[in-house]
């Protein structure tokens, strides 16, 4: 490889750019993609001012569909709706794991913090969704059901988050080994969010019980 080859490209006016020069220049930025250079300063602005969030860490995507999420479970929480809800996402990511479980397994180990330890668990926690699903939506069993949740999607959103804020990102094992798709902050906002919808229907019940 030439030296040429090896110049990192500015994203805004796609020049080459010698990466020492720019870092002494400070004209670099980090993402969540890694580091960026930058020929000008003005470029390093243009790019800035078009991407103020996904410099952050944040893209626009990741930002729209975490809070169109908590606005649905808000909205099936406060329409009791939300039994219903919990079990048709589970059924929805239950299918699409189990179309390849090797598949799913071979990806959720590189970044939960259980099957990583225990691969075993990667083979299980497809029908655990399952199962879970149809507590939910046959509202039965719901208050275990709402514990294993929080447990679960807790315990994933730990491996979730250290793999997110790491630079050593992985696919997202979320949505089956079929469909490719990134493990990123919405990945998080997803298990933190069904983890609080499951703690909320404890709640819920133990203050019924008093």
């Known amino acids: 490889m030439s030296e ?11 020049m080459e750019v010698n990466s020492e020069q720019a870092a002494a220049d400070g004209r670099i ?31 626009r995507v990741e930002v729209m569909v975490s809070v169109t999420l908590i606005v649905v479970a808000v909205a099936v929480s406060l329409t009791g709706y939300m039994l219903p809800f919990m079990g048709f996402v589970f059924v929805i990511l239950a299918i699409t794991k189990l179309i390849d479980i090797p598949g799913f397994v071979e990806r959720f180990v590189q970044y939960d913090v259980v099957a990583s330890r225990v691969k075993v668990y990667g083979y299980v926690y497809p029908f655990i969704e399952l199962a879970l699903a149809t507590a939910f939506l046959l509202q039965s069993f719901v208050i275990e059901a709402a514990v294993v949740t929080a447990v679960v999607m807790g315990v994933g959103a730990v491996g979730v988050g250290m793999n997110v804020f790491s630079s050593n990102q992985k696919k997202c094992a979320c949505l089956g080994a079929r469909i490719p798709v990134p493990l990123t902050r919405f990945t998080l906002v997803e298990d933190i969010t069904m983890a609080l919808m499951a703690l909320i229907i404890i709640i819920n019940a133990a203050s019924f019980a008093l």
């Not at 040429?4 to 796609?14: F, T």
């Open 4 to 14: 040429s080859d090896s110049l990192p490209v500015d994203p805004v006016c796609h």
């Open 29 to 59: 930025l980090e993402t969540k993609r890694g580091m960026v250079y930058f020929c000008s300063h003005s470029c390093l602005q243009e790019y800035q001012s078009e991407n103020s969030i996904e410099s952050t860490g944040w893209s």
